[in-house]
C-alpha cells in the first residue's frame, strides 16, 4: 500500500500542464505497458474498409423531410391528423405539416437533395442516404445514449471508446478519440465516456469555441520543467510501476492514468500543430467558411489525416436542431450554417486520398415529427428518420430504405440504431458480436444483443 501511495504521490508531483491533462485520463496511448485489455491490443477480426470515423452530430434532431426525404403526401393532407400519426411522442402533436422547401434530383444518381443544401447536394454521388432509421425513445437524454452508447443507459461505453478499444490509436501523440463541441450537449460527459472499458479509451472534449490551440487545449506545456526532466521523471514512473505491478495485483486503473500522462507528454510537441487551423492556406479555410461547425469540419480533417481514430463534431451548444417552435424560420439558417464546410469536407478528404478510408456520419438522436407542434413547430421523432453515411466502404449515390408516406415510421427496411453500430463497425473491420468487455459477470458490446450489418449499403 505504501508504494501504491508513493506511486501517486509521484503522478501528483508531475504538476504544470502533463499533469492537468494526465491526471484528466483523457488520453490514449494504447501500447504503453503492455495492458492486456487497453485498446490496439486487439486489431480488426478482418480487413477493414474504413480506417476511422467522422461523426457530424447534429443535436437536437433534424426533420427528415425537410432535408432528403422528400413527402408530398404532406402538402396534400395538411392540416389532417391520419391514424397513422397517432404514434407516442414527446408531447402532443396537431395536423399534417408539409415542408415548404423544395427538392431537385441531383448528380448521376438523382436523389432528392433540398434546396437547403445546394453545395452538399453536388456530393450526393458519394452520399447513402440511411431514410428508414428508428430508435427507442423520443426524449433527448434517452435517445442522445442510444445514438453514441448503444444503450439508454449512462453507464456503458460510447461507441468511440469501442473503436479505440478494438482498434487503438494510430497516432500515440494525440488522443484517439477527439470530441469538438463548442459548448456543452445534453448529457455531456457521458456520451463519450469509458465507463467499463480502460479509461485510456475515453473521448477527449475539445471546447473550439475559441479557434485558439492554447485555448482548446489549455495547460498544454509544462512552463516548469524541461522535455528531458519530464522525459526522465515519466521513466522512473513506468519503472516504479512496473516493479510494483510484479509484486501485487494490477492495477489497470493506475496505469491507464499513466498511459495518459505519456500521451499528454508527447502531445506537448503535437497538438499545437494538429489543432492549428491557421497553418491552413486561406483557400482552404474559405473552402470551409467561417463559424463554429466550420472550425469544426477543418479540425475534423486535420485530426484524421494524423491518425485519430474517430473524431465528433457536435453543431454546437445544447440542442440547437429542437425546433418546437419557429421550425421553418429556424431551419434554413441551421442548413447554411452545415452546407458549405461538409461540402468542403468531402471535396478535401477527397483531394487528399482520405475518404475512401474515412468514414463519414451525418444525423441527430432522432428526427422530427411531420405533425405540427405549437402550430408552427415540430416535435421529436424516434419511429423513422434519416441519417446518411459518405465515403468508407459505403456506397454513394443510394437511398436505404423507406419512411411512410407522411415521414412518421420507418416502413421498408428499417434500420434500427442497433444495426448502425454493427455495420460502422464491420466497416471498421470488426464484428460486433466478438467485440466484447466482460465486466460485473457478463460480456458486454456496444450493440448489446442485438444489431445487424446493413451488407446492402457497403461497397
Known sequence: MIELNNRRAMLQRLGGGLGMLGAAGAMTAPQAFGMEAAAGMRGPHFAPKAKRVIHLFMNGGPFQADLFDPKPALKKYEGQRPASADLATERPTGGLLPSPFRFRNCG???????????QLSNHIDDICVLRSMHADNPNHGPALLQMNNGTILPTRPSMGAWFLYGLGTENESLPGYVVLCPGRPVRFSIL????????????????????????MVPFLRNKRWTADVQRRQLDLLKQLDAEVQNRTSADQAFDARVASMETAFRMQFQASDAFDVEQETKQTREAYGSGHFSNGCLLAR??????????????GNGQPWDTHSNH????????????????????DLKQRGLLEDTLIIWGGEFGRTPTSENGNGRDHNHHGFTMWMAGGGVKGGMAYGETDEFGFKAAVNKMHVHDMHATVLHLLGLDHERLTYRSAGRDYRLTDVHGRVVHEIIS
Open 108 to 118: 448521376e444518381s438523382g436523389l432528392p437533395v433540398s434546396e437547403l443544401l445546394p
Open 192 to 215: 463519450w465516456n469509458s465507463a467499463f472499458l480502460p479509461s485510456s479509451n475515453q473521448g477527449t472534449y475539445i471546447n473550439h469555441s475559441k479557434i485558439e490551440p492554447s485555448n
Open 302 to 315: 486535420r485530426m484524421v489525416e494524423r491518425g485519430v481514430r474517430f473524431v465528433q463534431v457536435y453543431y
Open 328 to 347: 421553418d424560420k429556424a431551419v434554413p439558417k441551421l442548413c447554411q450554417n452545415i452546407d458549405q464546410p461538409i461540402a468542403a469536407l468531402l471535396s
